[in-house]
């Protein structure tokens, strides 16, 4: 997947690329090639990215450690800052945005890498905890009744305290 020179989005139709993905991304571990559309949009001071994709991603699951596929799915739009120097907002003309709705900055003569912001947003849509079913049973870890849970490190503590009594 290359890079999209921001510049050139200027001059398309609509100032907007539409790119069809059908690859895996590199350094991420899918089963499936990632399919969908990205639409990338010049808006003078800012891209507008957005995604509708999916993939599907082998998990282990943080309960049983037992393996599971999840399908992971993006249908999302981010604003990207177009500015070299994001503090100096009397550059631009009437339109502009709130820098607080902006996460990213781009610089306005440089590239915006699709592949790194397609497994940037992947992994952030990968779940933070991963449950293979929702009846799976929590570990539990059960003391045995014949044996008392001690620490081996607060033996000789426990040693003093015993000739103390």
Known sequence: MKAIYIPQL??????????????FIKDLETLT???GEMIVKHGGNF????????????LSCDRCS?????????ANTELIWLDENAESWDKFPDEKLELDNLEETLDPQGDFDVENWLY?????ALPLQK???????????????????IDNRWQSLANLKGKLS
């Open 47 to 58: 891209l507008e990215v957005e995604i509708n994709a999916e993939t599907i991603v082998t």
């Open 120 to 124: 940037q947003q992947l992994s952030l």
């Open 10 to 23: 200027l001059k398309a139709l609509e100032r907007k690329e539409t790119i069809i993905i059908d690859e």
């Open 33 to 35: 090639p990632v399919r």
């Open 131 to 149: 449950i293979c079913d929702k009846n799976c049973p929590p570990v539990s870890i059960k003391p045995t009744e014949t044996e008392p849970l």
């Open 66 to 74: 037992k393996q599971y596929n999840h399908r992971l799915i993006l």
